[in-house]
């Protein structure tokens, strides 16, 4: 088995190398290959479907439950404020510099190491399957939803996005609502009682100022924020319909179609959902896996951001080096030392988990 100095340098490497090369969500066939040369090197057997990967521990035993590693390595596209190459892996200054290295490459490159630490040991309390998945940054169709179904049944999860390696034991969903206004057509000059923008002043109020009944003690309330607003092409012509546009993230609390009954109940509109399936997630603070971190001085806390966790069935984790404020960025970086960091806390983390107590 290597020595976890060995894989830390060589999860290092990988994570240079993927840097440098492009992955735009729903173009990671090239990253594909570094991760499947990982595997390979590492005397792995894995799976590959369109651009994701997976891969068991030796000893995988059905009667035992499963625990899932995942992180993605897929990338947003550089915005124009990078003064640095987005595609050279520079160290500098302790950082290494470079597009997705903190979304999610840190995270990725680290549970491959925690994982190929893992691979061979036997007696483990839960299997163990890894997945790098594509399509994660645009909750495509090819991505981790798209390979849940060939896994095993799995028992809980860890997803690897930036945390600074605190906890996060929930994850707000994400619910986005196309909703469209009717109204009466007519000529600007004439009185119009039925004008569809003024219609909408009610309904834009109401997303404003409702308030759901369940607060969590995690992620707080519900939040809904109309984001876009589009009526009109004339200044003479009161048009027949307003469209809004409204984004709505979801406690663990509720589900989005408990979210989406709720709306459909109190607003007079044609109501469309984009997706159902962005689900908020959780995991209890007593479950084994968050007393392990607990127990290394890891704190917990709620994340308002979307991962891969809305689209399991599971109880979820979200986990990893690197800080959620960087990600998306421009000159987008990683410190070296929270990837040697974030390995040798996952192993510790899993060591507390995953070992039998005899």
């Excluded at 680290?110 to 399957?129: D, P, R």
């Excluded at 060939?150 to 930036?162: F, K, R």
Aim: proline share 4%; glycine share 6%.
């Amino acid at each position: 088995m290597k020595t976890i100095t060995t894989l830390i340098a060589e999860a290092i490497e990988l994570l240079k190398k993927l840097i440098e090369t492009p992955s735009f969500s729903g173009e990671e066939n090239q990253t594909a290959l570094l991760i499947a040369n990982w595997f390979d090197q590492n005397n792995i057997p894995y799976t590959r479907e369109n651009n994701n990967l997976w891969a068991y521990n030796l000893h995988f035993d059905s009667t035992k439950p499963t625990l899932l590693l995942n992180s993605h390595h897929d990338t947003v596209k550089p915005n124009q404020g990078y003064t640095l190459d987005p595609f050279t892996a520079l160290e500098k200054d302790g950082k290494i510099f470079g597009l997705g290295s903190n979304d999610a490459g840190g995270c990725l490159v680290s549970l491959l190491a925690t994982f190929t630490y893992f691979y061979a040991q036997e007696n483990l309390s839960h299997n163990i399957v890894i997945v790098a998945s594509a399509e994660e940054e645009s909750s495509g169709p090819n991505g981790l939803n798209s390979v849940l179904k060939q896994l095993p049944e799995l028992d809980c999860a860890i997803v690897g996005e930036p945390t600074e390696m605190q906890l996060a034991i929930a994850e707000k969903g994400l619910l986005v609502l196309d909703v469209t206004v009717n109204g009466t057509a007519s000529h600007a000059a004439h009185t119009n009682n039925d004008n569809p923008i003024y219609n909408a002043l009610q309904i834009i109020e109401w997303f404003q100022s409702y308030h759901f009944e369940k607060v969590s003690e995690i992620l707080g309330p519900v939040k809904m924020t109309v984001t876009q607003i589009n009526a009109g092409k004339q200044h003479n012509v009161v048009p027949s319909q307003c469209h809004l546009v409204v984004d709505i993230r979801v406690n663990e609390l509720y589900t989005n179609t408990e979210i989406l009954n709720i709306v459909t109940e109190n607003v007079k509109a044609i109501i469309q959902p984009r997706s159902m399936h962005l689900n908020a997630s959780s995991i209890a603070p007593e479950h084994p896996l968050v007393q392990s971190g607990i127990a290394l001085g890891r704190t917990t806390y709620g994340s308002p951001t979307l991962s891969d966790q809305s689209v399991l069935y599971c109880r979820s984790l979200k986990l990893g080096p690197g800080n959620s404020l960087r990600s998306h960025t421009a000159d987008e970086f990683i410190f070296r030392d929270e990837v040697e960091t974030g390995i040798a806390l996952y192993i510790q983390i899993l060591n507390g988990f995953l070992i039998q107590k005899i």
